[in-house]
């Protein structure tokens, strides 16, 4: 982290230097003839709320005032739903499977053969491997893979890139609930299959992480640019709420579980196939733009936003 923070401060005169937006944000956020009617209808509603606490109006109305407010600021500001939202609940799945390399699949390397290579590697060790192939794959997939992909005549837009991964995540899982079949059966399988699910698991990782995080910058309107990549973080919390909720409901009241051994597996597996047709049947459908901060005429002194270059979606 020392390392990290003396590289940042070394390169702190080479940032464009972009101030708040102020006004301009909520001008984009919220068109000009919506703002009136919004803040009237949301002041009387956060009035309302404050009246309940007073008055002691009970949950019902407490709860049916928050809905109102999430209604009319979803109406508000539903032009850049688009740019905020579009991804989330598709990438919010691949974290699901993906933060499980943390939990339910060091639980798996236990009941593993994880001597390898002349040692005894500790079950938590095993996912040390990730990172290693995160700094294998990602030159390998820019320098190499995407432009052959480019050439057989296939057009690589981001969107193509989270969906293929979708799937290849998926397929990491498939290896994973193979592996606990083998266990439930009583056999010890070697470590070595569950790296083999790993490096399929980072695959999925190098189309689908990265390539969000430059989804959302490159979709976000130039003022919006911090609040739209912040949806990649909520993706990673969605994806973690969701997993807590599934080993949540299936708990037994005598301590067991509806998903044992392999069908957990399989049922992730299943969750992210269908997750993967469900948004190619909804990409097509998404019709964006790409706002680039103009870098080549902002200084490092720069006080103000010098413009953006604007391209379709392919």
């Known amino acids: 982290m020392v390392i990290a923070t003396i590289f ?5 005169k080479k940032f464009v230097h972009i101030p708040p937006a102020g006004r301009q944000f909520f001008d984009d956020a919220v068109p000009r003839e919506k703002q009136m009617p919004f803040v ?3 002041g009387l509603l956060l009035a309302g709320l404050l009246v309940g606490l007073w008055r002691n109006l009970g949950t019902l109305f407490f709860a049916s005032d928050i809905l109102l407010i999430i209604a009319v600021v979803l109406w508000a500001i539903r032009p850049v739903l688009r740019y905020i939202f579009m991804p989330v609940p598709f990438v919010a799945m691949f974290w699901a499977l993906w933060q499980q390399n943390f939990s339910s699949w060091i639980l798996q390397a236990e009941s593993m053969d994880r001597h390898l290579f002349g040692i005894e590697w500790l079950s938590s060790q095993i996912q040390t491997v ?6 294998i794959m990602l030159p390998l997939f820019s320098y190499w893979l995407y432009p052959f992909v480019e050439r057989l005549g296939v057009k690589l837009t981001p969107l193509r890139k989270i969906g293929a991964g979708l799937f290849v995540t998926a397929a990491s899982f498939f290896i994973v609930a193979m592996i606990q079949t083998r266990i439930d059966a009583g056999a010890r399988p070697a470590i070595i299959w569950q790296i083999w699910a790993f490096v399929v698991l980072t695959a999925g990782e190098t189309l689908v992480s990265p390539t969000h995080l430059e989804f959302s910058y490159t979709q976000g309107p130039v003022k919006m640019k911090s609040l739209v990549m912040c949806t990649y973080l909520l993706a990673v919390s969605l994806g973690n709420v969701f997993t807590s909720g599934v080993n949540f409901f299936i708990q ?3 301590g067991s579980v509806k998903l044992q051994g392999a069908s957990y597996f399989m049922f992730f597996t299943y969750v992210m196939l269908g997750t993967g047709v469900l948004f190619a049947i909804v990409m097509p459908f998404y019709k964006g733009k790409t706002f680039l901060q103009d ?3 902002a200084s490092v002194e720069a006080e103000t ?3 953006f270059a604007v391209q379709p979606e392919a």
């Not at 940042?8 to 702190?12: D, I, K, M, P, S």
């Not at 990730?130 to 700094?135: A, H, K, S, T, Y």
Request: net charge negative.
């Open 8 to 12: 940042f401060w070394a390169g702190r």
């Open 40 to 42: 009237a209808i949301l």
């Open 130 to 135: 990730n990172p290693i192939f995160i700094l």
């Open 252 to 254: 037994n009241p005598d």
């Open 295 to 297: 870098q080549a005429e």
């Open 305 to 307: 936003t010098v413009g």
